[in-house]
């Protein structure tokens, strides 16, 4: 089984995007052999109330996909008022498995005393949190659209003041995070993990990600459907890594940090 851990759903304010709704999107993953998708929505992140758009990918999954391949995740803006109850109530009534962050689409830093007192319940929780680096390109955004990505200097910090909580860095140069990570996240109780998403197949930068992140440390995460599916499976075809990785990373790490079956019945 191929599980993706950065999916979405829903309307994108900036250009027309196929695949959306649910429907449209499981139909996509089918296609790619994907068989679980972690997925929100992504009108969470532009709503004033990213609660709303939480509420709304409960009402269009209800309590789980027919067959598991949508599993939920939440966006929680802790500089809006009542993140606390929002955040618990997507993982105890909503299910989710997941919480993305975007400090920058929603204005905090990720070392505010909000912020980690959110990492802190996810923590308490077992919920992993997502840092996607980007949505889009920046230089194919709207000029609407924020004008700056998550940098590892923004990451650093909160990493160093919260050691539990399990953290996945997404949709970035993940191989120049690592490395300037790398202190940060030695020691850390909580994993720091990366996608291979914006890596190149053919310059040996699987290897050293996966040296520096550790053997449990690098997921699959394709940004569907903004972006597309198959050429991450390429990439990971022609990676230059041992099949016994490649196994964890289509599925292994994933299922064990988010607490889900890595392999069909």
């Not at 598991?68 to 966006?75: F, N, Y």
Request: aromatic share 8%; charged share 25%.
């Amino acid at each position: 089984m191929l599980i993706d851990t950065h999916a979405y759903v829903g309307h994108y304010p900036f250009r027309a995007v196929g695949g959306a709704t649910p429907a449209q999107l499981r139909e996509k993953l089918a296609r790619a052999g994907v068989g679980k998708a972690v997925v929100a929505n992504i009108g969470a992140v532009f709503y004033r109330n990213a609660m709303a758009g939480n509420e709304e990918l409960h009402s269009w999954l209800g309590d789980g996909d027919p067959d598991g391949m949508l599993v939920k995740a939440c966006v929680i803006n802790p500089a809006y008022p009542g993140w606390r109850e929002d955040f618990v109530r997507c993982v105890e009534a909503f299910g989710c498995r997941l919480l993305r962050l975007f400090p920058i689409y929603h204005g905090y830093r990720l070392d505010s005393p909000e912020c980690l007192e959110l990492a802190a319940l996810a923590e308490k929780l077992s919920v992993p949190l997502q840092l996607p680096c980007a949505l889009e390109n920046i230089r194919q955004r709207h000029r609407l659209d924020v004008d700056e990505n998550l940098a590892p200097a923004d990451v650093e910090p909160f990493l160093r003041k919260n050691s539990g909580a399990d953290v996945i860095i997404s949709n970035g140069p993940s191989l120049s995070f690592a490395r300037e990570l790398a202190g940060a996240a030695k020691g850390r109780r909580g994993k720091v993990c990366y996608d291979f998403a914006r890596l190149s197949a053919f310059r040996g930068e699987l290897p050293e990600l996966i040296e520096l992140a550790g053997a449990g440390g690098v997921l699959f995460g394709s940004m569907a459907p903004l972006q597309y599916i198959h050429p991450q499976l390429v990439k990971l075809a022609y990676m230059d890594v041992g099949e016994d990785a490649k196994a964890r990373i289509r599925s292994e790490n994933a299922a064990a940090l988010l607490g889900l079956a890595a392999r069909e019945e």
